[in-house]
């Protein structure tokens, strides 16, 4: 389920990065890995999908051709 372009749900993060929901909720606890915003007045929490995206290019290993 999206929840829109901008963001990403945590079931979403959990499929993409093949972490379980309990992992991020782990990370999370710990500030660690993912950006994160929580809505004022929601119980979500949500994933901005740029600064995920950066979070990958930011690890990537470069190869020789």
Known sequence: M???EK???EAELAELTGK???TLQ???AER???PFSNPPRTNI???ERELIHK???SSRVEVRP
């Open 2 to 4: 999206s929840v829109d």
């Open 7 to 9: 963001w990403m749900s």
């Open 20 to 22: 379980t929901i309990k």
């Open 26 to 28: 782990n990370l999370r």
């Open 32 to 34: 660690r890995l993912f």
């Open 45 to 47: 929490n949500v994933y």
């Open 55 to 57: 979070v990958f290019e």
